[in-house]
């Protein structure tokens, strides 16, 4: 493939071959891009950190595993599960954190130069990649 990350990739990638280039947790790859999207890969495991993306929604679609996302919403914290299959946005200005027991791997589809961490956040913890996304080596 390509691996010019300023456009979209140039051949078919298969989701698990992009998997299969990395183990680091929480630390997406930028599959490919879709105008000034990123379609990101990561491979999750525990907690992320609490922290809120002010300008811009975020959408996970779960392909392994799955995926918990605890919200800070107007009425209250809540958690949602996000399953095998099944896709989930945080909404703009919403403070989240997701997180996994039993590790998952997920997709993201957000702005380039989107942080990891958002705009705002909780202390990050050494296990969290604060990034923007990093190239895939295919
Ligand atoms: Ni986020």
């Known amino acids: 493939m390509s691996d010019d990350t300023t456009g979209p990739a140039t051949d078919p990638i298969l989701l698990s071959d992009a998997l299969s280039t990395f183990d680091a947790l929480w630390s997406p790859r930028i599959v490919t891009r879709v105008n000034d999207y990123d379609v990101r890969a990561a491979k999750v495991r525990g907690e992320h ?40 946005v945080v ?32 202390e990050v913890p050494a296990h969290v990649d604060a990034t923007t996304g990093h190239a895939l080596a295919l």
């Open 49 to 88: 950190v609490w922290h809120v993306h002010e300008d811009t929604d975020e959408f996970f679609l779960v392909l392994e595993g799955a995926l918990e996302i605890a919200l800070r919403e107007e009425g209250g914290e809540r958690a949602v599960t996000v399953e095998r299959g099944a896709v989930f």
């Open 91 to 122: 909404p703009r200005g919403i403070w989240h954190r997701p997180s996994s027991a039993d590790g998952a791997s997920i997709m993201l589809f957000e702005p380039s130069g989107t942080s990891t961490v958002g705009d705002a956040h909780d």
